[in-house]
């Protein structure tokens, strides 16, 4: 069950001292197989099920936040996993499948009952995707409905300020940060120290070489190797970019709903890192992982625009 690609991502780095899985499938019997092999195979703390996927090719196959309008299905996936894991399931879902049919907290208690040990909550639906801001009032709501479950919300968190400010202002249990972790990486610092960190461009390469390291160490130096590495790095740098530095938002701190308009850094490193064009991208993976291949192609996920060589 499930590619080599795909277990490879299963091994766990001696640095991680808390470590999940996250599942996503429409079947009761291949999902609780799949818990199984996790539970046996894999040094696991606690296993997800992607309830909240809005991808049309995940969608249509009755997965991701599908499950949330197949209640009688979700609850036979749910059931059968937890039936076999020694570890805590948890489940990831939405708001709902359309905006105006929002049903996450009639689910909440129900994956309360089924033993499901917490729920993150995404304060949007999976008709509006990302767009428009995320729902904190309706997560409350779900927190409520699910106590005494623990619900974390999550949506739209980029900085100390947005994290504080919806912990202390709702009884959730927890934040989940999602998009702001592959925007901003270091948000983490930011939210223990509670200050902006005018991350400087230089430190900014290190950290994208510390990633580039722990992929040439995770599938080899070969060519290979280097190439899952390079793939892995562009599709990062295609959420990198949207970050504007602390030094030069006329007011912070950044929103996540804001797209970056054009700006000059304060040196040419910092200019590059803002751009949003593809080819710039390859030109830091290039610095770091060296040149692309003749016929290397490039289509980020989540952006249309793409590189041909």
């Known amino acids: 069950m499930g590619k080599q690609s795909e277990w490879a991502l299963m091994k766990r780095h001696e640095c991680e001292d ?32 992607n309830a909240g996927c809005p991808i049309d090719m995940v969608f249509k ?55 499901v040990s917490m729920v993150t909550i995404h304060g949007r639906s999976r008709e509006q995707r990302y767009t428009k801001l995320a729902d904190w009032e309706y997560i409350e709501t779900c927190t409520q409905a699910a106590n005494p479950m623990p619900v974390f919300g999550n949506g739209d968190i980029l900085s100390f300020e947005d994290y504080y400010s919806h912990l202390e202002s709702s009884t959730v249990s927890g934040i989940m940060i999602a998009r702001g972790a ?4 270091w948000l983490f610092t930011e939210i223990k120290e509670r200050r902006h960190w005018d991350i400087s461009s230089s430190e900014r390469l290190e950290l994208l070489r510390t990633y580039t390291n722990y992929g040439l160490e995770h599938w080899g130096s ?7 590495t390079r793939k892995f790095l562009l599709e990062w740098l295609s959420f990198l970019h949207r970050y504007i530095p602390v030094g030069v938002l006329e007011r912070v701190p950044q929103r996540m709903n804001e797209r970056p308009p054009l700006y000059c ?30 016929d290397f192609t490039f289509l980020p996920k989540h952006k249309a625009n793409s590189y041909e060589g």
Request: charged share 20%; with cysteine; hydrophobic share 40%.
């Open 18 to 49: 808390l470590f999940g899985v996250q599942v996503c499938g429409s079947f009761a019997d291949s999902m609780s197989r799949c818990a199984e092999l996790l539970n046996s195979q894999v040094k696991v703390d606690f296993v997800d099920i």
């Open 265 to 294: 850094g304060r040196d040419d490193l910092e200019t590059l890192m803002g751009s949003s064009n593809c080819k710039d991208w390859i030109k830091i993976s290039e610095m770091l992982l060296g040149p692309v291949p003749a």
């Open 182 to 185: 592959l925007v901003k990486p």
């Open 61 to 115: 196959k009755g997965a991701g936040c599908a499950l949330m309008g197949r209640q009688n299905k979700f609850h036979e996936v749910v059931c059968g996993m937890v039936s076999v894991l020694d570890c805590p399931l948890t489940v990831k879902i939405r708001t709902g499948v359309y905006q105006k049919n929002w049903n996450a907290h009639l689910l909440a208690p129900k994956l309360r009952d089924c033993g």
């Open 222 to 228: 070969d060519f290979q190797g280097v190439e899952n």
